[in-house]
């Protein structure tokens, strides 16, 4: 089993920042993307910002400029860096990676971590 779980979220004040890391345990052999979506009340889950494995990045349009993600193989781990937080940002915010297994190719999902921005 791969378990994925998120942390940094929190309150945070319009114009503040937060940094967001998931981290990735359990069997597989190599984790290709990895990716941050996010869900916000009475929303569909969309994507944030995704990374290849060789470092390709791609970001939603509402994000370009303020948030930077990036990943550390050897810790399993993704980050999102998130500047100058609007109250539109606000949601529930979900990694995924793609995970290569013995059995076989997977994504799996953490179980999420809130981001509130407001003052």
């Known amino acids: 089993q791969v378990q994925l779980v998120e942390s940094g979220g929190g309150l945070v004040q319009p114009g503040g920042s937060l940094r967001l890391s998931c981290v990735a345990s359990g069997s597989f052999f190599i984790i290709y993307n990895m990716g941050w979506y996010r869900q916000g009340p009475g929303n569909q889950r969309e994507l944030v910002a995704r990374?290849?494995?060789?470092?390709?990045?791609e970001y939603a349009d509402s994000v370009k400029g303020r948030f930077t993600i990036s990943r550390d193989d050897a810790k399993n781990t993704v980050y999102l860096q998130m500047n100058n937080l609007k109250p539109e940002d606000t949601a529930a915010y979900y990694c995924?990676?793609?995970?290569?297994?013995?059995?076989?190719?997977?994504?799996?999902w953490g179980q999420g971590t809130q981001v509130t921005v407001s003052s």
């Open positions: 995924k990676m793609h995970v290569t297994k013995a059995d076989g190719p997977f994504d799996y």
């Open positions: 990374i290849t494995r060789r470092g390709i990045t």
